[in-house]
C-alpha cells in the first residue's frame, strides 16, 4: 500500500514506544514472576521494551541506565536493588529528558523531580502485617524470634524491619536474637538460618523478610531434626506458589501478600507519560495475609 505522497503507509502508522527497564536480577520466585508481568505486559501494550537484569548489582543497573539514555528510549523504567547511590546517573537522564518510573523499590534521593512516579508495595505496612500477626498468635513470656534480613540497603528489608520492629517495640516478650542477611535467596536463607540453628537451636520464631529465604531455612530446620511450622513458627513475606505449598504441608505459617503483578499497571502508566497526562507521585498495590489454614482454599487462585 502507497499513498499518495509515494510513502509507504506503514511510515505513518504511530511509532512503537520505546521503554528500557532494568530489572534487579532473578533472586526469587517473585523476581521472576514480576519479569514475566512486565515481558507480557509489554508485549500486550505493544510497547518494544529493551529488558536488562542486572544479576542484584547496583553498578550494573548504572550500566543499563546509561545504555538507555544513549539509545534514547522514550521512558526508562527500574526497580532499583538499593536505595541510595542514584543521584548521578538520574540526573542524566533527566538532561536527556526521559522521564523515569520507579516500580517495586524506591530511591532515597533529596530531588523527587528525578522520578516521575514510584508504582509498588507499602513495604513498611507489610512489616506490620507480620507483626501484628505474630503478636496475635503467638504466646508467651519469652518469644525468640530470628530474622531473615533481605538485600542490605534495599527498600524491603529496611522497611519489613522497620514496620515488624514497630509492633514488638513496649511488648518485652518478642526478642529478635538473631537478624542476618539472606539476599532474599533460597541458598543464603537455608545458609544463614543452619548458622542461626548451630548458634542456638532454642528458636521459637523465624522472620523472613521474602518466602523465598523462608523455603530455604525450612530445609536447614528440617535438616538439623526439627518440625518447621511447629517447633518453630515461621512468618514470610510475598505470597509465591511455593509459599502455599509450604503452606498446605504444614511447614509455613504464615505468608503477607506482596505482588509482584506490576506490568499491566506500568505500561499503562508509560503511555500516559508518553502523551503528557498527569500520573500520581505514588500507585500503592493492595494486598493481603495468608495464613496457614487458608493455603489450600487460596492456592487455586494464586497467579504467581
Ligand atoms: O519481596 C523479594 C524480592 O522488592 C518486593 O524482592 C521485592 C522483593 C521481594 O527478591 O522476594
Keep these: 500500500l502507497a499513498?499518495?505522497?509515494?510513502?509507504?503507509?506503514?511510515?505513518f502508522a504511530q511509532k512503537k514506544i520505546v521503554l528500557g527497564f532494568s530489572q534487579i536480577g532473578a533472586e526469587s520466585e517473585w523476581r521472576t514472576a514480576n519479569t514475566e508481568s512486565i515481558k507480557q505486559a509489554a508485549k500486550d501494550a505493544g510497547i518494544d521494551l529493551k529488558f536488562s537484569d542486572a544479576q542484584q548489582k547496583q553498578e550494573n543497573q548504572i550500566k543499563a541506565i546509561r545504555s538507555f539514555i544513549a539509545q534514547k528510549v522514550d521512558v526508562i523504567g527500574f526497580s532499583p536493588v538499593v536505595e541510595s547511590g542514584w543521584e548521578t546517573v538520574l540526573?542524566?537522564?533527566?538532561?536527556?529528558?526521559?522521564?523515569?518510573?520507579?516500580?517495586?523499590?524506591?530511591?532515597?534521593v533529596k530531588d523527587d523531580t528525578l522520578w516521575v512516579t514510584f508504582m509498588g508495595s507499602d513495604f513498611l505496612e507489610e512489616g506490620r502485617k507480620a507483626g501484628r500477626w505474630l503478636t496475635?498468635?503467638?504466646?508467651?513470656?519469652?518469644?525468640?524470634?530470628?530474622e531473615l534480613q533481605g538485600t542490605v540497603g534495599s527498600g524491603p528489608a529496611i522497611d519489613r524491619k522497620k514496620g515488624f520492629e514497630e509492633i514488638i517495640k513496649g511488648k518485652p516478650q518478642y526478642k529478635i536474637v538473631r537478624s542476618q542477611t539472606g539476599d532474599f535467596t533460597r541458598a543464603k536463607g537455608k545458609e544463614v538460618m543452619q548458622a542461626f540453628l548451630k548458634a542456638d537451636p532454642k528458636v521459637n520464631v523465624l522472620y523472613a523478610h521474602n518466602d523465598d529465604m523462608a523455603?530455604?531455612?525450612?530445609?536447614?530446620?528440617?535438616?538439623?531434626?526439627?518440625?518447621?511450622g511447629k517447633d518453630?513458627?515461621?512468618i514470610s513475606v510475598d505470597g509465591v506458589k511455593g509459599a502455599f505449598e509450604a503452606m498446605m504441608a504444614g511447614k509455613l505459617n504464615v505468608t503477607v501478600e506482596c505482588s509482584p503483578l506490576l506490568g499491566p499497571q506500568l505500561m499503562a502508566t508509560v503511555k500516559d507519560v508518553v502523551a503528557g497526562k498527569p500520573v500520581p507521585k505514588r500507585i500503592v498495590t493492595q494486598e493481603g495475609i495468608f495464613p496457614m489454614d487458608t493455603a489450600a482454599k487460596e492456592f487455586p487462585n494464586r497467579k504467581y
Design 91 to 108: 540526573r542524566e537522564a533527566k538532561a536527556a529528558k526521559i522521564p523515569v518510573i520507579l516500580t517495586d523499590r524506591t530511591v532515597d
Design 232 to 234: 518453630i513458627t515461621i
Design 215 to 228: 523455603i530455604g531455612a525450612i530445609q536447614a530446620i528440617e535438616e538439623a531434626g526439627l518440625k518447621p
Design 136 to 146: 496475635e498468635n503467638v504466646k508467651g513470656s519469652d518469644v525468640k524470634i530470628v
Design 3 to 11: 499513498l499518495a505522497s509515494g510513502l509507504p503507509l506503514s511510515s
